[in-house]
């Protein structure tokens, strides 16, 4: 490497030439070997006898605080990789490094008698991701380029500490034991970690980790989606033969779950109107109730039910009372505070907030929610760390983005319930609702979903959304991006319409989520989309 070179790619190191070390021939030494010293002035020098090829008649001296501006990243894509080599080697292991020892051109080629794993990557304590504090250097039992792109960089490195501001997404089917000792310590509960990919994954523990601490729980578990965590958890919870209570007004997959699968197991079921109380005192003391499952709001059309109120009479009952709070999110509503045993998720939604994951998560006590672990773990329908990591990025802006949500879905209902052409809007957060004396106890903001009935028919109410030129026409709701759809065609299209009758689902019934897209922008769209109709 010339000096040029060395000043391109380290500019602040001071590279000269060492007379005594240039020769081109170099007398093999057998005392001095090549290796960092540490001087008082905080410089490293690196001198060497030609054991280190390339850097024979060079010394390098760097800067101070080298080794904490030299990240792992840019000695990764540092081109002269040879010097982020040694450097490493130096931090991890401050034993000699042999003077036989090459160093490879680029990144991850390391040909034979070269630095070992261990000499490379620092072993570090548990903090975060980390499981021990075991010190590792182990010596390079690898002949073959075969090898070494297998286990190179990683055999040593799996419990890396970074200073990344950000969640490192761990990619990983498996987790590592040390020896069988280590191995026995994990399973007695003497050592921090995971066995297995679905059981558990420290990317997913985060966003884990921040819903537990916004809904005020003890444990959270995530799984693959919504519905994942609806039926494994009405699985779990409700014993063969049991008996579940819920609600008339529900997403449509939970209530085909519940009528056509839970009976294989001897599961009965009452469905009562979400906030009518008196059906429910009536549900407990006709049943042995193993769980009430609601939503608050509901969908779709955002009913409430009084948490505290229902949380008490299901206890007295020893009923567990488990809250989909979806359409609140844990920013307008603290299911766990006002009494629920069990808070719900579909993360696809608000949670993630981006239109580009999809998820779900159960919250609660150890003692519940290790039930529905239990069988999850059996099932499967694990979560993505990618995903996870969408989601612990999603959820650094959620309380901004329902703030946004909530002040414009609000005016867009008061605008809509105005309007002459809308016959009725569904909105807690107008007095016209019939909860909002319920939603105004409980909730501290209404949500981003306006559901309105348009005044017309099913093709007047298609007309009115082909004319909408913001929201996409699409399922789901929750994401920055407006959606809108027309749920007798997105969801019910498959049954009559006496069938959709009896699900209150009515033809001029328009679902709205509102983005996060500026008032006034929604407001034009929606006023001229009306005006064509």
């Not at 197991?265 to 499952?293: C, H, Q, R, W, Y």
Request: proline letters at 5%; a neutral charge; aromatic letters at 8%.
């Amino acid at each position: 490497m010339a000096v040029s070179s060395c000043a391109r790619f380290f500019p602040a190191f001071e590279c000269r030439s060492e007379p005594d070390f240039s020769s081109a021939n170099p007398k093999p030494e057998t005392t001095r070997s090549a290796r960092f010293s540490l001087h008082g002035s905080s410089y490293l020098s690196l001198r060497t006898s030609g054991g280190v090829s390339g850097l024979s008649s060079l010394i390098f001296r760097f800067p101070p605080n080298f080794v904490r501006q030299l990240s792992t990243k840019a000695r990764r894509n540092c081109s002269n990789i040879g010097v982020a080599q040694i450097v490493a080697a130096s931090w991890s292991n401050p034993a000699v490094v042999p003077a036989t020892a090459s160093l490879a051109p680029v990144d991850g080629a390391i040909s034979d008698g070269a630095i070992s794993d261990g000499a490379l990557l620092s072993s570090c304590n548990s903090n975060g991701v980390q499981l021990s504090d075991s010190a590792i250097s182990e010596a390079s039992f690898f002949s073959s380029d075969g090898s070494i792109a297998v286990h190179a960089g990683e055999r040593s490195g799996r419990r890396l500490v970074t200073d990344a501001i950000t969640t490192p997404i761990v990619n990983t089917t498996a987790y590592t034991f040390k020896n069988t000792a280590e191995l026995i310590d994990f399973k007695e509960g003497r050592h921090k970690s995971y066995e297995y990919g679905r059981y558990g994954n420290y990317t997913t523990e985060v966003a884990e980790a921040k819903i537990s601490a916004l809904e005020g729980a003890e444990t959270t578990l995530f799984m693959a989606s919504g519905m994942n965590a609806s039926t494994v958890l009405l699985m779990a919870l409700v014993p063969a033969g049991g008996h579940l209570v819920t609600t008339t007004d529900c997403y449509r997959k939970t209530r085909i779950f519940i009528q056509t699968f839970l009976p294989k197991m001897g599961i009965t079921t009452t469905v009562i109107d979400p906030a009518d109380v008196d059906e429910l005192k009536v549900a407990l003391e006709k049943n042995n109730v193993s769980l009430f499952f609601t939503e608050s709001p509901t969908n779709p059309y955002l009913r409430c039910v009084d948490i505290e109120l229902v949380s008490k009479l299901c206890r007295s009952k020893g009923t567990i009372f488990c809250v989909d709070a979806t359409f609140a999110t844990p920013i307008n509503q603290k299911a766990l505070a006002l009494g629920a045993d069990i808070v719900l998720h579909s993360a696809t939604k608000y949670i993630a907030g981006h239109n580009d994951v999809i998820a779900g998560c159960i919250s609660g006590s150890e003692n519940l929610v290790s039930k529905v672990r239990g069988l999850h773990h059996v099932l499967g329908g694990v979560l993505n760390p990618n995903a996870a990591y969408l989601i612990v990025r999603g959820m650094k802006t959620l309380h901004l983005r329902v703030q946004q949500q909530n002040n414009t879905a609000m005016r867009m209902a008061q605008l809509l319930e105005a309007h002459p052409k809308i016959l009725r809007v569904h909105y807690p957060g107008l007095p016209s609702h019939p909860e909002h004396h319920i939603a105004k106890q409980q909730m501290t903001g209404f949500g981003g979903v306006v559901s309105f009935e348009v005044d017309g028919d099913l093709n007047t109410t298609a007309k009115f959304i082909d004319a909408l030129r913001i929201p996409y026409l699409a399922p789901s709701f929750g994401g920055c991006e407006s959606i809108v759809d027309q749920p007798t065609v997105m969801s019910y299209w498959d049954l009559s319409p006496a069938e959709r009758a009896k699900f209150g689902i009515k033809d001029n019934l328009v679902r709205f989520s509102i983005g996060v897209e500026e008032f006034v922008d929604l407001k034009a769209d929606i006023l001229q989309a009306l005006d064509r109709i």
